[in-house]
């Protein structure tokens, strides 16, 4: 059966980044994203060659998913130039090393993303997006992706499925120890998350783009945004 998408409020973006609530939920985030197989899921879907790209990472986080899917990726060519944008960025030095240490160049902008958006005028090659979509409304996703469409070859998002088995997944948290931050915001995000086409009825209706959109695994949604020419 399924249910309407409901958008509310998570915990974490509202606690100050030291409190230990905050630090033990980023790290619970880390341990989602290998149970969802985001890193694997994000490198398959941009192909081991990109070096020389542009890559833009919106609502960044720690970093550490991207990290772990340019691992994936390997040595490249040419390096990748990446920017992590982030209202609250919360990029450690060892994350950094790891960038660096794959041959990424980064740069991490603090900015809200709709703000980045309007004022970064440098198209870029790649644009991703991890457990960051199911934050907004349907009027304010909309305007995302056109800004995103806008100055983007490729767009790729891993979202949360929105299942009753996804709800079940979420409550099961408890037993890999998660905290009750993650364990709420898992729900919340869950009952955000998508299914079918939504994002794909968001996405400008501009020629030219291939738009792919399903179920990966039983807990993760996932949309591609690919420009033919």
């Known amino acids: ?59 960044a986080g720690d970093g550490t998913c991207l990290l772990r899917a340019a691992t994936r990726l390997g040595a490249q060519s040419r390096p990748v130039r990446a920017v992590l944008v982030d209202k609250r960025p919360s990029i450690s030095e060892e994350t950094r090393a790891g960038f660096a240490a794959a041959g990424w160049q980064i740069e991490v902008d603090e900015a809200d993303v709709f703000e980045w958006l309007a004022r970064d005028a440098e198209p870029c090659d790649l644009t991703i997006t991890n457990l960051f979509l199911h934050h907004f409304p349907a009027e304010a996703l909309s305007e995302l992706l056109r800004r995103a469409c806008e100055r983007t070859r490729m767009f790729i998002a891993c979202e949360p499925r929105r299942s009753h088995v996804a709800i079940a997944g979420a409550r099961l948290l408890r037993f890999v120890g998660c905290n009750d931050v993650t ?3 898992a729900r919340v995000s869950v009952r955000a998350g998508f299914r079918d086409r939504e994002l794909s009825a968001l996405w400008p209706r501009v020629a030219g783009w291939n738009l792919t959109e399903g179920r990966a695994g039983l807990f993760t949604h996932t949309f591609l945004a690919n420009h033919a020419v």
């Open 183 to 185: 364990l709420h915001d």
């Open 1 to 59: 059966m399924k249910f309407p998408r409901t958008v509310g409020a998570e915990i974490l973006d509202d606690l100050e980044a030291a409190d230990p609530r905050a630090i033990q939920s980023r790290r619970d985030l880390q341990r989602v994203n290998t149970l969802m197989d985001h890193p694997r899921i994000l490198a398959r879907a941009v192909g081991r060659n990109i070096g020389g790209s542009r890559v833009v990472e919106l609502g």
